[in-house]
């Protein structure tokens, strides 16, 4: 049954990992927690079982273009699905809710505000409700990246509706986060399924920041035509780089809080039905995007933390193809951070931020595999040390030299202060500072005063990481505080040395890496094919990949079917779209 649900309706002839085992479990009624990565299927984890229950399945999620634009891919495959929330009139509020009330919808989807109006849980009280799942759950954590405080009385539902199952989802969750969810969700003994946050189709880089817009400018010069999504720290920024954009013969709109909401709606809806190919947006973007043929991600500035920055690389290439994510750091856009994680009160929230800093700073500097500190960050065990999709990996490997004299000054430096200092600290002592803290605590006389003057702050910073990273030294997550480990002690009594790579003042940036799609396909007929669709999508007032994903176009191309039953093994074609579109695209084909 749910095979053939998958096949006929959605046209896929597989399950995804996970997929199968969580619909499974949500059918046996069984309280379940998924995390699995954007374009990884979660949505199909709870459209299947809604489709096999008898009764209701509620979507609650913080997205109203979300919900928009599943609502209308559902009903495009013939599935009876409705939303509400405060982007309808009022007509089409009460209309919606009388097709819930005649029991013909299986899918409602709703924000969590719009859920507690008592109308509608007076409306829902009347239904049977079989599934609650909540949608990007990780919003119901303070340890989260998008904490959304209503988030918190989803868990009130289950008085009202003891026979539903719970189902929460999200991209992103790092183990407190997932213990979090499923405390504050009151989930009941549940199943807790964690995939793979590896996205193997994405090309992850970081350059040092220079000459930022100009180096936007030739990154999106390889992708022409295609859709991409720059992310900027600034309102400011995000209007000034987009006017730079068009003014080098690009078309580029913004998206920002500071926009009108009729403003930021057209221009969204531009980017989705490829009208307009880039979007300069602050994180107020994408979000609610399920807009699968972005081929590109910028983050023009430094995010916040790992989870954004998961999250919104992930906007790229959720169709599964081949697709680029680059950072363009500087030291600069880490002390603006900083000075806004200083401005906080509350100390427990300032340490929180200044954790997340931390670990992107990790990761902008890292020299090993991109993929080891972001996937490591969620607590799942990466270690491939070759993934062949990311800058530190393709690229000539960084000069290594026996550093044990310096690491041992470190240490022993850290040994000296009593292990009770950060690294700025360590450092100062070993460059010879007189500053303040330095001469407080007495420590222009340790032996390891000035030990380091060699070095600059930068150079030690990039020694700290590898120590750190090496195992050689642990940072409590509090207070940053260095201490040594077993290993330490190891290398400090000449048991062993320590190679690692030269620290640079300025590291020189990576000749950037353009990965192909598959081009075992005619791109002419491709671009027909996609000229088709974008018509067919204009008409019917939809996204094109409503119609069609770029990945079913390619299959198309591969296939060249001329009858409806080759058309039926195109990749994503179910009995909906075969008897709407195959007469049109084989005239395509056979043209």
Excluded at 496 to 503: A, L, S
Aim: proline share 4%; with cysteine.
């Amino acid at each position: 049954m749910k095979l053939n649900i998958l096949r006929s309706i959605f046209g896929y002839n597989t399950f995804r990992p996970l997929q199968e085992a969580c619909i499974k479990s949500v059918l046996d009624k069984k309280d379940t927690l998924l995390i699995m990565p954007t374009g990884g299927g979660k949505s199909l984890c709870y459209q299947i079982p809604a489709l096999m229950l008898p009764g209701l399945t509620v979507v609650i999620s913080p997205l109203i273009s979300l919900m928009k634009d599943q609502v209308s891919q559902l009903k495009s495959l013939g599935v009876e699905a409705e939303v509400l929330n405060s982007s309808l009139s009022w007509d089409e509020y009460d209309m919606n809710k009388a097709r819930i009330r005649s029991g013909k919808t299986k899918l409602l989807f709703c924000a969590p505000e719009t859920l507690f109006k008592e109308d509608i849980l007076q409306l829902l009280g009347a239904c049977r409700i079989d599934c609650i799942t909540i949608d990007e759950a990780h919003c119901i954590s303070e340890w989260g990246h998008d904490f959304r405080p209503e988030y918190r009385r989803i868990k009130d539902l289950r008085e009202q509706f003891p026979g539903a199952v719970f189902l929460a989802v999200t991209a992103t969750a790092t183990e407190r986060v997932r213990q979090d969810i499923m405390s504050n969700l009151a989930l009941k003994n549940p199943r807790e399924l964690v995939a793979s946050f590896n996205r193997d189709n994405l090309f992850y880089e970081v350059i040092p920041k220079h000459h930022a817009t100009d180096q936007t400018i030739d990154f999106i010069r390889k992708f022409k035509g295609q859709s991409g999504i720059i992310y900027c720290f600034s309102r400011k920024q995000v209007d000034s780089l987009t006017q730079d954009i068009n003014a080098g013969g690009f078309k580029a709109l913004p998206y920002h809080a500071g926009l009108a909401d009729d403003v930021r709606h057209k221009n969204q809806e531009a980017f989705i039905r490829d009208d307009v190919p880039i979007m300069v947006a602050t994180i107020a973007f994408g979000m609610g995007i399920n807009k699968p043929n972005v081929r590109f991600v910028i983050h023009h500035d430094l995010p916040k933390n790992i989870e954004s920055y998961y999250q919104e690389t992930g906007r790229a290439g959720r169709d599964g193809l081949p697709s680029q994510c680059l950072l363009l750091f500087s030291a600069g856009d880490a002390a603006k951070i900083k000075y806004f994680i200083d401005q906080k009160e509350d100390p427990a929230q300032k340490r929180v931020a200044q954790n997340h800093l931390n670990a992107i700073m990790a990761y902008a500097q890292s020299r090993q595999c991109r993929r080891i500190p972001l996937i490591t960050y969620f607590g799942e065990n990466y270690a491939v040390q070759n993934c062949g999709l990311c800058d530190n990996c393709v690229k000539p490997q960084a000069a290594t030299a026996n550093l044990t004299v310096p690491a041992v000054k470190f240490l022993q430096c850290v040994s000296e202060t009593e292990e009770r200092f950060g690294a700025l600290h360590i450092i100062n002592v070993l460059r010879g500072s007189e500053a303040e803290k330095v001469l407080h605590y007495g420590h222009d006389h340790c032996r390891t005063f000035g030990a380091g003057r060699e070095w600059t702050v930068k150079q030690w910073q990039q020694l700290v990481h590898q120590l750190l990273t090496r195992n050689l030294l642990h940072k409590n997550d509090d207070y940053g505080v260095l201490s040594l480990t077993e290993g330490a002690y190891e290398l400090l009594s000449n048991k062993c040395g320590f190679q690692g790579y030269i620290p640079e003042e300025e590291r020189a940036p990576v000749k950037a890496v353009r990965i192909k799609h598959d081009d075992n396909y005619d791109s002419g007929l491709f671009e027909k094919l996609r000229a088709k669709r974008k018509e067919l999508a204009d008409k019917k007032g939809v996204p094109p990949y409503i119609i069609f994903s770029d990945k079913s176009l390619i299959d198309m191309c591969q296939r060249r079917p001329t009858t409806k039953g080759e058309f039926a093994q195109v990749f994503g074609v179910g009995e909906q779209k075969l008897e709407r579109f195959s007469a049109i695209f084989i005239r395509v084909i056979n043209s």
